[in-house]
């Protein structure tokens, strides 16, 4: 399992929701929060879940954590548009389970829009604590 690595996802690519066809991970049993605040909004026409790398800002963001290999790493990756100006970015968090945590605190990657990346955002709503089902039917994948 060392070539598996944790993600910790709370928006599109949760169990469910609209984009998990692209997260073939394995899902780690229960429900996750990042240990540190971070501002989650609704963006633009298309209500795309932006959670801003803002440490200390916001909620404290609930989501679900998977083991996912390179390939579906990759994937994610490429969905989230890590290597583009206006893509999101990968970086690593602190998440805990939300009942029945010892405190135990676990490191996992998270897609993350840079704190500039507001200036000129339609936010729509937030900052919120988790993106819900309600959110994901407004939900506009992107075109092209």
């Known amino acids: 399992m060392s070539d598996h690595v944790l993600v910790f996802v709370f928006g599109t690519l949760k169990e469910g929701f609209p984009n998990f066809?692209?997260?073939?991970?394995?899902?780690?049993?229960?429900?996750?929060r990042t240990v540190e605040r971070f501002p989650l909004y609704l963006i633009g026409e298309r209500m795309s879940p932006w959670m801003i790398d803002l440490a200390g800002e916001g909620e404290h963001v609930e989501g679900q954590l998977f083991s996912v290999d390179a390939e579906t790493l990759a994937a994610m990756d490429r969905?989230?548009?890590?290597?583009?100006?206006?893509?999101?970015?990968r970086i690593e968090i602190s998440v805990t389970l939300t009942t029945g945590s010892d405190g135990l605190e676990t490191a996992a990657f998270a897609y993350v829009k840079p704190e500039g990346s507001l200036a000129n955002a339609d936010v729509r709503k937030?900052?919120?604590?988790?993106?819900?089902?309600?959110?994901?039917?407004?939900?506009?994948?992107r075109s092209g």
């Open 21 to 32: 066809q692209t997260n073939r991970g394995r899902r780690i049993p229960g429900e996750y």
């Open 79 to 89: 969905l989230e548009r890590i290597h583009e100006a206006d893509g999101y970015r």
């Open 126 to 141: 937030g900052p919120m604590p988790r993106y819900a089902l309600a959110d994901a039917a407004l939900y506009r994948p």
